[in-house]
């Protein structure tokens, strides 16, 4: 009886010792590094060249394949192109067709980062960049696309003019 009533409670205590070691974040856990940056360190190295001298081009294209294979935040955009743009200012329904995926990478650094006295609380910058994939995107589209959007906010703001226009009017 015993036993039963003590070695869960242990047993939780083992469970979350074990999960703050690894997931709260401190100068001391192992896994800091990849917390401030997901950027391999072959393109971290590029970068640094990139400050102080000019780098071929085919270069920092082998470099941006390699570095996208470690890419572990992927987006997926999927657009709606409005085929008959003319039609629908004047009023008609859009014809729409979906254009996607347009796949790209996340990058972030997080720098100036700092541990309170008690560890409790931590402050940091943060960048973010993205970068075209264009193996994991729609082999029949490319970055250079244009896509022809509506923009609801825009749409119902222009109809809110025209109905004030029509109020104001004496």
Same mark, same amino acid.
């Given at each position: ?6 070695? !869960?409670? #242990? ?12 997931? =709260?974040?401190?100068?001391?856990? !192992? ?8 950027? !391999? ?11 102080? #001298?000019? =780098? ?7 470099? %941006? %394949?390699?570095?996208?294979? @470690?890419?572990?935040?992927? /987006?997926?955009? @999927?657009?709606? @192109?409005?085929?008959?743009? %003319?039609?629908?200012? +004047?009023?008609? &329904?859009?014809? =729409?067709?979906?254009?996607? !995926? /347009?796949?790209? %990478?996340?990058? /972030?650094? &997080? ?13 940091? +910058? ?5 970068? /075209? ?5 729609n082999p029949a589209l490319t970055e250079e696309d244009e896509i022809r959007l509506i923009y609801p906010t825009v749409v119902g703001f222009e109809y809110l003019l025209g109905q004030v226009s029509r109020s104001l009017?004496?």
């Open positions: 009886m015993l036993i039963a009533l003590i070695s !869960p409670a #242990v047993l939780e205590q083992l469970l979350n010792d074990a999960i703050n070691s690894e997931a =709260v974040m401190s100068m001391s856990n !192992p896994n800091l590094g990849a917390w401030e940056t997901n950027v !391999p360190p072959a393109r971290r190295r590029l970068e640094e060249l990139e400050e102080r #001298v000019e =780098v071929d081009g085919d270069i920092l294209g082998a470099l %941006d %394949d390699a570095a996208t294979v @470690h890419s572990n935040i992927n /987006y997926d955009l @999927h657009y709606f @192109h409005i085929e008959n743009p %003319d039609e629908v200012m +004047n009023g008609e &329904k859009p014809r =729409v067709t979906e254009l996607g !995926p /347009y796949s790209y %990478d996340e990058w /972030y650094n &997080k720098f100036d980062v700092s541990f309170s006295e008690n560890g409790e609380e931590v402050t940091y +910058n943060q960048q973010k960049y993205y970068t /075209y994939n264009s193996e994991a995107s009017s004496f």
